[in-house]
């Protein structure tokens, strides 16, 4: 009763005891009645008298009680640790808050493991079908708020871990009174943090002994801190905003370069394309140029050489005839020829006549 007033149905439970009738009988059962749910209590009932089965503190004989110390980084490589070593065939684990039992049900899942979470956050339908699951052996692992720490049977548990320490220590004892239940054997490990060693100390008194820690021989804690403050580096480096400018600016220079070098190959291939277009353009050119040279030069040589070569025919038939090289040679040095293409201009014949000519018309007059 006290959990169901405290987790907000205080309003639904006024209601109710507001249509029963004045002159009414109302028995209240409750694992605990916290100090701040007492002046509800009191509100509600008239003149009650108190049962009480169990002293307050009482844990069962049958649970083993131990705390492992461990940073907050850690916690979730530790529970893994124990679950390894211990095994994880039924196990409840109690986490303080909703969003931390449903994270630790996550990194569970992706680690392999078969777990379930419930919390307030969940539906009647849904914790009912978790727990379900859980007594088929579909679930190993029950990861929870304390909604299941009271009043939820759950058989056969092996072990319970307290990810988190209850913010009360009464809760503690309900926590780990799922398991070591109808005479079987249970034990209970608490994981206790810097910030959580108050918790230990309440937790310690109301039990009314000193709880020893558990020994993980494979598990290397140092080690483990070490790779959980590196992970830490890491993800706030990446949640840098200079960090994350730094790689933007490096991936823009990258994706440029990468288009450069992208066009500059395509830039060779066009230029590769085309030399090898002109290359196949200029062969037939020069295939040609070399068979009118070689059809020349067999045109020129034979047994004719120097000689005379028909070439025509002239007038009446006759055929022309090339004459050799050597004679016209022999034409341009006449002596006529040299004289002139020296400049001679000495007067010819004619020229001489016409001079006779003017003298004598000179002489009859």
Same mark, same amino acid.
Request: charged residues 30%.
């Given at each position: 009763?006290?959990?169901?007033?405290?987790?907000?149905?205080?309003? %639904?439970?006024?209601?109710?005891?507001?249509?029963?009738?004045?002159?009414?009988?109302?028995?209240?059962?409750?694992?605990?009645?916290?100090? %701040?749910?007492?002046?509800?209590?009191? #509100?509600?009932?008239?003149?009650?008298?108190? =049962?009480?089965?169990?002293?307050?503190?009482?844990?069962?004989?049958?649970?083993?009680?131990?705390?492992?110390?461990?940073?907050?980084?850690?916690?979730?490589?530790?529970?893994?640790?124990?679950?390894?070593?211990?095994?994880?065939?039924?196990?409840?684990?109690?986490?303080?808050? !909703?969003?931390?039992?449903?994270?630790?049900?996550?990194?569970?899942?992706?680690?392999?493991? /078969?777990?379930e979470a419930i919390h307030s956050d969940r539906s009647q339908n849904q914790? +009912?079908? /978790?727990?379900? !699951?859980?007594? /088929?052996?579909?679930?190993?692992?029950?990861?929870?708020?304390?909604?299941?720490? &009271?009043?939820?049977?759950?058989?056969?548990?092996?072990?319970? =871990?307290?990810?988190?320490?209850?913010?009360?220590? @009464?809760?503690?004892?309900?926590?780990?009174?799922?398991?070591?239940?109808?005479?079987?054997?249970?034990?209970?490990?608490?994981?206790?943090?810097?910030?959580?060693?108050?918790?230990? &100390?309440?937790?310690?008194?109301?039990?009314?002994?000193?709880?020893?820690?558990?020994?993980?021989?494979?598990?290397?804690?140092?080690?483990?801190? /070490?790779?959980?403050?590196? *992970?830490?580096?890491?993800?706030?480096?990446?949640?840098?905003? #200079?960090?994350? !400018?730094?790689? !933007?600016?490096?991936?823009?220079?990258?994706?440029? %370069?990468? #288009?450069?070098?992208?066009?500059?190959? @395509?830039?060779?291939?066009?230029?590769?394309?085309?030399?090898?277009?002109? +290359?196949? *353009?200029? *062969?037939?050119?020069?295939?040609?140029?070399?068979?009118?040279?070689?059809?020349?030069?067999?045109?020129?040589?034979?047994?004719?050489?120097?000689?005379?070569?028909?070439?025509?025919?002239?007038?009446?038939?006759?055929?022309?005839?090339?004459?050799?090289?050597?004679?016209?040679?022999?034409?341009?040095? +006449?002596?006529?020829?040299?004289?002139?293409?020296?400049?001679?201009?000495?007067?010819?014949?004619?020229?001489?006549?016409?001079?006779?000519?003017?003298?004598? +018309?000179?002489?009859?007059?």
């Amino acid at each position: 009763a006290d959990r169901m007033l405290d987790m907000g149905f205080l309003p %639904s439970v006024k209601k109710i005891v507001a249509a029963t009738p004045a002159t009414r009988q109302t028995l209240l059962f409750s694992a605990t009645i916290d100090k %701040s749910i007492q002046g509800v209590v009191k #509100e509600m009932l008239r003149d009650p008298a108190t =049962v009480q089965i169990a002293r307050k503190g009482d844990v069962a004989e049958t649970v083993d009680q131990y705390i492992i110390r461990v940073p907050h980084s850690v916690k979730h490589t530790l529970l893994r640790a124990v679950l390894e070593e211990k095994g994880a065939d039924r196990v409840v684990v109690f986490a303080r808050t !909703r969003s931390r039992a449903d994270t630790a049900c996550k990194k569970l899942r992706r680690a392999g493991y /078969a777990a379930e979470a419930i919390h307030s956050d969940r539906s009647q339908n849904q914790r +009912r079908r /978790a727990l379900d !699951r859980f007594a /088929a052996g579909d679930v190993n692992i029950i990861v929870a708020t304390d909604v299941l720490a &009271r009043g939820i049977d759950v058989d056969q548990v092996d072990y319970v =871990v307290n990810y988190d320490a209850p913010d009360q220590a @009464e809760d503690y004892i309900h926590r780990i009174g799922r398991t070591g239940r109808a005479g079987q054997r249970g034990f209970a490990v608490t994981f206790v943090t810097p910030e959580t060693e108050g918790e230990l &100390r309440a937790i310690e008194k109301l039990v009314k002994q000193s709880i020893p820690e558990m020994q993980l021989p494979n598990f290397d804690l140092s080690a483990a801190a /070490a790779e959980e403050a590196s *992970k830490a580096i890491v993800g706030r480096a990446k949640r840098d905003p #200079e960090v994350n !400018r730094v790689k !933007r600016d490096l991936a823009n220079k990258a994706q440029k %370069s990468a #288009e450069q070098a992208q066009q500059a190959a @395509e830039e060779a291939g066009r230029r590769k394309q085309g030399a090898s277009k002109r +290359r196949k *353009k200029a *062969k037939p050119i020069a295939n040609a140029e070399s068979a009118g040279r070689a059809s020349g030069a067999v045109r020129g040589s034979g047994a004719g050489a120097g000689k005379s070569k028909a070439v025509g025919r002239g007038r009446g038939g006759a055929q022309r005839t090339r004459k050799p090289a050597g004679a016209q040679v022999d034409k341009q040095r +006449r002596p006529g020829s040299a004289a002139k293409a020296k400049g001679d201009v000495r007067p010819g014949r004619a020229h001489r006549a016409e001079v006779q000519r003017a003298r004598s +018309r000179k002489r009859s007059r």
